[in-house]
């Protein structure tokens, strides 16, 4: 009885196993003929000054909706295309997009800076700062426009070329954000050593608010701290409205949450942003 009893969940475990490891082998290989194909779009989620309540601000947010399979978050194949090279032509994509939409903005007079996501292995290319500013020359767009996001990981891999690479982004007029600020385990004092503009302090923080008062005190010193270093303060995955009055006694700059708006499509933003109040 113990023998056949035991069998039962192995092969369960097995199967499961097996059909994730099948899941992930098809969306690598169909990854690849999407960005080829240009099947991945771009969405746009508004980011809204805590003061004013107007919308300022916006992160380009890859999307892909698979033939047969569905929607795919960016948090299922990111991390495949990160390992396996693709995040490269994927990133230069959400790039070109994203810059055709400001292009767009810009003919309608209603431009706000936009903030691109960048893979590590993107961000390490040896000709990544010169390919950046030739694709905003060739699209004509106000380069003061584009924010480049990247992760503690990707600067703290190598500090020094990140801190290099840096400076010649911001020379040629780039901003630069420091995404998931919080969610790392590097050490304070590299966020005087990066030059940055801004500061993405993670969801995780803002869900702290509702289960341990003394979130509210951290957040606050957060909120302190980067604006000591000069640096603006958007605040992530605010779902509520409690989690909004606190960003405002904060002192926060910007929200980014469902709270006002979930990434939209393209057309959807651009025309959310031409009407004459938002
Ligand atoms: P991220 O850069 O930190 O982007 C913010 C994520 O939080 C987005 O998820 C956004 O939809 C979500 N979010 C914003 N406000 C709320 C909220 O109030 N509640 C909740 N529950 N979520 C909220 P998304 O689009 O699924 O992207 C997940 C991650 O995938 C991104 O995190 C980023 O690391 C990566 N990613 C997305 N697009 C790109 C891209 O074009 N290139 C690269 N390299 N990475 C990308
Ligand atoms: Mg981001
Ligand atoms: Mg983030
Ligand atoms: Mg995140």
Redesign the pocket.
């Known amino acids: 009885l113990a023998q056949t009893c035991s069998n039962a969940p192995v092969a369960l475990y097995d199967s499961e196993h097996t059909s994730q490891a099948l899941r992930r082998i098809r969306v690598e290989a169909d990854l690849k003929d999407a960005i080829d194909q240009q099947l991945l779009e771009?969405?746009f989620?508004p980011q809204v000054n805590v003061s004013t309540k107007e919308v300022v601000a916006a992160?380009?947010?890859?999307?892909w909706k698979h033939t047969e399979l569905g929607m795919i978050?960016?948090?299922e194949f990111?991390p495949i295309?990160?390992e396996n090279g693709m995040?490269v032509a994927?990133?230069e994509v959400?790039f070109i997009k994203t810059l055709k939409t400001l292009k767009t903005l810009d003919k309608l007079g209603c431009s706000v800076p936009i903030s691109?996501?960048?893979?590590s292995d993107?961000f390490l290319m040896h000709n990544f700062v010169s390919w950046c500013s030739e694709a905003v020359e060739r699209e004509q767009v106000p380069v003061q426009f584009v924010k480049l996001?990247l992760?503690e990981s990707t600067l703290l891999n190598s500090v020094e070329e990140g801190v290099k690479v840096l400076s010649q982004l911001r020379s040629k007029g780039f901003k630069i954000a420091l995404?998931?600020f919080g969610t790392g385990y590097s050490s304070l004092s590299y966020l005087l050593e990066l030059p940055l503009d801004q500061l993405?302090i993670?969801?995780q923080f803002v869900d702290m608010l509702d289960k341990d008062k003394r979130s509210e005190n951290l957040l606050s010193h957060l909120v302190g701290l980067a604006h000591e270093l000069d640096l603006q303060v958007v605040v992530?995955?605010?779902?509520n409205e409690a989690q909004v009055s606190f960003m405002e006694h904060a002192d926060a700059d910007l929200i980014?949450?469902?709270?006002y708006y979930?990434?939209l499509p393209q057309q959807e933003f651009v025309y959310l942003l031409s009407k004459p109040v938002n």
Do not use: M
């Not at 992530?236 to 779902?239: I, L, R």
């Not at 980014?256 to 709270?259: L, T």
């Open positions: 771009v969405f989620q992160e380009a947010l890859v999307r978050s960016p948090g990111i295309a990160e995040i994927l990133g959400v691109i996501n960048i893979g993107h996001e992760t995404d998931d993405k993670d969801k992530e995955g605010v779902e980014q949450g469902f709270y979930k990434p």
